[in-house]
């Protein structure tokens, strides 16, 4: 027995595998194992010698099982930490020391006006950039022979012979999300809409594609008051100033009555813009209160409700405060360009953290 007993251990202390393992369990406590036709012998012996050899075989048969079992756990681990060491993987990557990409101007202005407005009370609202002509022009009060269309330089969507879905244009402004925000949540209503608008035009200043802001802010007692404390506190934050001068010039827009554009007083010393201070006016944006005829478009009663609007070309007021000349410069994708006039991916424009830096 004791023969057997260390056989049985070393061989098992040598397993290599747990298929070589395996193969020892059945030769030794399998069975037709040895251990077995040892225990098969009790019966030839007599009962004194049966009382000794009988717990001796019990005892041997679960010393082997139990080394069996532990050489087991022991290959286990072992092909685990095997796995672990050639499976190993390097999931970190270094950081770039060099800054790469930066923030478009205009992505970082549409940020910045965004945080001025939403601190105000005004959520962001989306339109599609394809729209028809009802939400573009008839819904906001200029109708099919309206000299305003013409003006526009209008993007027309081609339409097939035979085809009667609504004529489709690229949408002109911004404007029309204001019918579509009526539409969406009814009065009353505080949104801004940061968007792309398309003309036909290009110089300097024009470029076919360019973005707007437009603002609506619809309830039982807004008055140009209103309009006028928001768009000053706009002002001010967005150019980073304390005080501002605001004026109001009577104009006309088909969708708002009475109708302002609204310059902002300025100077042009020594070539850079300052803002509040000077004898130039500068004109940023048109706006009114909202036309009854839009109201009622959109789904709300101008007998209960009423608001002002307003729009502002974001292009026009990133030159402004980050002294770009020339606007198509912002569509060109010239790498340089974006490298100097862009912003650091992380700086995310707040009014407690800074807007710009
Ligand atoms: N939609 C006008 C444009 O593109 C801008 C504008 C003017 C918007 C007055 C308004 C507004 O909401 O009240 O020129």
Redesign the pocket.
């Known amino acids: 027995m004791d023969d057997l007993k260390s056989k049985y251990l070393t061989q098992i202390a040598d397993a290599a595998d747990e298929a070589v393992l395996e193969d020892i369990r059945i030769a030794a406590v399998g069975k037709k194992g040895e251990v077995a036709l040892k225990m098969r012998e009790l019966g030839k012996m007599t009962a004194e010698e049966r009382q000794v050899a009988g717990p001796a075989l019990n005892a041997l048969k679960s010393e082997i099982n139990s080394a069996l079992a532990a050489k087991k756990a022991a290959l286990a681990d072992a092909a685990l930490d095997e796995r672990l060491r050639s499976e190993w993987l390097d999931v970190t990557l270094p950081t770039r020391t060099q800054r790469r990409g930066t923030i478009h101007p205009i992505s970082q202005v549409s940020e910045e006006v965004t945080a001025i407005f939403a601190e105000m009370g005004f959520s962001v609202a989306e339109g599609p950039r394809i729209d028809t002509d009802w939400y573009n022009f008839d819904a906001l009060n200029i109708p099919g022979h309206h000299p305003a269309r013409a003006e526009m330089d209008t993007f027309y969507m081609h339409r097939a012979e035979g085809d009667n879905r609504p004529p489709h244009v690229l949408r002109?402004?911004t404007?029309p999300v204001?019918i579509r925000s009526m539409e969406a949540t009814g009065a009353p209503t505080r949104i801004i809409c940061p968007g792309g608008v398309y003309r036909a035009d290009y110089d300097q200043t024009h470029t076919p594609m360019f973005h707007?802001v437009?603002?609506l802010a619809i309830d039982k007692d807004i008055s140009m008051a209103n309009l006028k404390w928001v768009l000053e506190e706009f002002v001010k934050s967005y150019f980073e100033v304390d005080g501002v001068d605001l004026r109001f010039r009577a104009s006309h827009?088909p969708?708002?009555e009475p109708?302002a554009e609204v310059d902002i007083r300025c100077s042009w010393e020594g070539g850079t813009l300052k803002v509040g201070e000077g004898d130039d006016w500068l004109e940023i944006l048109?706006?009114?209160m909202v036309h009854p005829k839009v109201l009622e478009a959109g789904g709300i009663d101008p007998a209960e409700w009423q608001g002002f609007?307003?729009?502002m070309g974001i292009d026009r007021i990133a030159m402004l405060k980050y002294g770009v000349p020339d606007l198509r410069a912002f569509f060109d994708s010239d790498l340089r360009w974006l490298r100097h006039y862009g912003f650091a991916a992380l700086d995310v424009p707040t009014l407690h953290g800074g807007l710009s830096r």
């Open positions: 002109t402004h404007s204001q707007q437009e603002g827009f969708f708002t109708s048109g706006s009114g609007a307003f729009g």
